[in-house]
Structures are given as C-alpha cells and as structure tokens.
C-alpha cells in the first residue's frame, strides 16, 4: 500500500504538470470508483466461487439490502463534506497554517479509534501517534524549492501555485471560518474512516461485498460532485477531456491503492493506515526530488526520522489493536491506556 501511494503521488504530480490538455480531476475521481467498483465485483466474483453463489450475494447484500447501502453511503457523504471543508479552509488560511493543522487528523483518528471501536493505546503509542503528526508536517513543511524546477509548463504551475499561495494578499479572508472548516475536516477524517472499519469488522460480510456497498454511494457522490464543480466546462469539453495514457495509469493506481486501503483497514486498523500513508509521503517526496529536480531540506531530513522513529515505536507494544473489544471502560482509561 504504501508503494502504490507514493508511486500514485509522483505518477499524479506528473500529470499535472505536463504540456498538454489538463484533465478534470473531479472526473478522475468518479472514474476511480467505478473502476473500484469493477475490480471489487471481480474480486467477490472470485472469492464466491460460482456464478449461482456470486448472484445471490449480490443479490443478498447489494440489491435486496437498502439498508446497508444507506449505512456505506455514510463514510462517502463525509469524506464529501471534508473536501468541501478542505477547499473552505485553504480559501480562508494562509497554506502553511493549514498544512500543519490539517495533519491533526493523525491523532483525531487515534481518539475516534479508541472511542467508537472501544480499544486502548498504550502511553508509547499515543507518543508515537503525535510523533508521526510532528513528522508529517515537518516532512510537508517547504520539502522542495518549486523554484528550481525549469521546465516551462511546470514553471507555469508554480506561478498558478504562487497565486494560490497569495490568495490572502488580494481577497478578504475570515481565520475563524477557516480554523472552524479545517476542525470540520479533520473530525470528519478521522470519523469516517474509523466508522468504515467499524462496519467491517462488527460482521462476517465480506470485504469486497462492503467495498461494492460503498463505491455504489461513492460514484453517485463524485459524480454529482463532477458536475456541480466543472458541469459547464465538461459540457463543453467533454468527460474524458485531457486523458492521456499516463493519466489512466494514476487512475489504476488510485483504484488499486484505495483497494489495498480497505484491506489493511479490515485486517490492522485506521492508525496502521496513517502510519502507511506517512511513509508514502516520504517516498513520494524522495522520488520528486529525484524526478522533478527538488531539493531537501533539513526539515525533511528530521521530519524523514520523526516517522521512522514513530512508526518503530509504535510497533513495539506487543498487544492487539486488530479487533473490536467488547464492554464498556471509563472514558479516562480508555483514552490514556494503560
């Protein structure tokens, strides 16, 4: 998972910055869940075993289960609400504030943990959690100088990402909103994924029979979300504008890593998945310097060991944080542990 995620990074900056037709990403977004959508319905064709048993199954927990479908739409509809809130907050903080704060969503999914799914960390965990939220935003804080990078078509995006940068110099903006949108955010980061773990392991449903339950939601959603953001420039130019080979294969690579996510969050959990993600953002940052002629920097470097240390640390607890405990525990312990 991690190598997808970083290959994915890098793969996508590339599609970015590269002469030609840009494409619309919210498009790209919708294309990957159907593909999810497909490989998932493949996946639980195989697991089934024969075509009898892989049309009751659908049948069963896809068709005649509205139920469960309204339950899977919920994680979809959040993480809809966190982007919306992501855009709000950048519009309203400068980039650098909410870089840092945004990383936040590392220990607000260690407390969703330990609330709704009933587990405890240990005191070394919770120091390795906000180790790794240290490390994150260190390893995110200026790891490049764009600056350096001449070709001309990523010149042009460094001056577009300049504006964006100095958004606050021209336009009004309210810290308040932005702080509030930004909290939104990372609630709704660390809810979602912590809830879509929850549906997961609280029953014997299968994997890719839940992933199918979601992707159905997610492709409505990102669909209406294509629409509502670009409707009238992909009227004009069309669904598929400015697709390129290169721009399928980071489509491949966001359907197989978002695959790769649910099963490290059905057979580890939510935290295991932060930690991955921050080692991918140290390859995927490695790579750009090596590809993209970027330059590191000596917050990289202690931010690189910051999570190499977390994620050691971490790991040392030799207790199970896989599966759902059972039972109420006073709220105090359950968030300090033992």
Not at 52 to 80: D, I
Not at 240 to 269: M, P, R
Request: positive net charge; contains cysteine.
């Amino acid at each position: 998972m991690t190598l997808v995620a970083a290959a994915y990074t890098v793969a996508l900056r590339y599609t970015r910055i590269t002469d030609g037709d840009l494409y619309f990403s919210t498009t790209a977004v919708c294309i990957t869940e159907v593909i999810k959508l497909f490989l998932s319905v493949g996946l639980l064709a195989k697991e089934t075993g024969s075509l009898s048993r892989f049309k009751a199954s659908l049948s069963e927990n896809v068709l005649g289960s509205p139920k469960e479908l309204m339950k899977l739409s919920v994680p979809s509809l959040v993480y809809a609400v966190q982007n919306n809130m992501a855009f709000l907050a950048l519009s309203n903080l400068d980039a650098a504030v909410y870089q840092v704060t945004y990383q936040l969503k590392i220990p607000c999914t260690a407390l969703c943990t330990v609330l709704m799914l009933n587990r405890t960390l240990s005191k070394l965990q919770w120091i390795s959690v906000f180790m790794l939220c240290g490390g994150v935003t260190l390893v995110q804080w200026k790891p490049a100088q764009a600056s350096k990078v001449m070709v001309r078509s990523k010149m042009y995006t460094v001056i577009k990402v300049r504006k964006v940068l100095s958004y606050s110099s021209f336009v009004e903006q309210n810290p308040l909103l932005g702080f509030g949108a930004i909290a939104i955010a990372v609630l709704c980061s660390g809810f979602a994924g912590v809830y879509f773990e929850k549906i997961l392991k609280s029953s014997d449903t299968s994997l890719w029979v839940r992933n199918i339950q979601m992707y159905l939601s997610g492709i409505t959603v990102t669909l209406i979300g294509a629409y509502l953001s670009d409707g009238a420039e992909i009227k004009e130019k069309g669904f598929f504008f400015g697709y390129t080979y290169y721009v399928w294969f980071v489509i491949f690579l966001a359907s197989v890593g978002g695959l790769y996510t649910s099963i490290v969050v059905k057979y580890t959990d939510n935290i295991m998945k932060g930690f991955s993600a921050a080692a991918a953002i140290v390859l995927s940052t490695i790579a750009s310097m090596i590809l993209f002629g970027l330059q590191i920097t000596l917050t990289f470097a202690l931010g690189t060991l910051l999570v190499c240390v977390s994620i050691y640390l971490y790991g040392l607890p030799k207790q199970d944080t896989t599966s759902i405990q059972q039972g109420e525990t006073v709220s105090k312990e359950r968030i300090i542990g033992v």
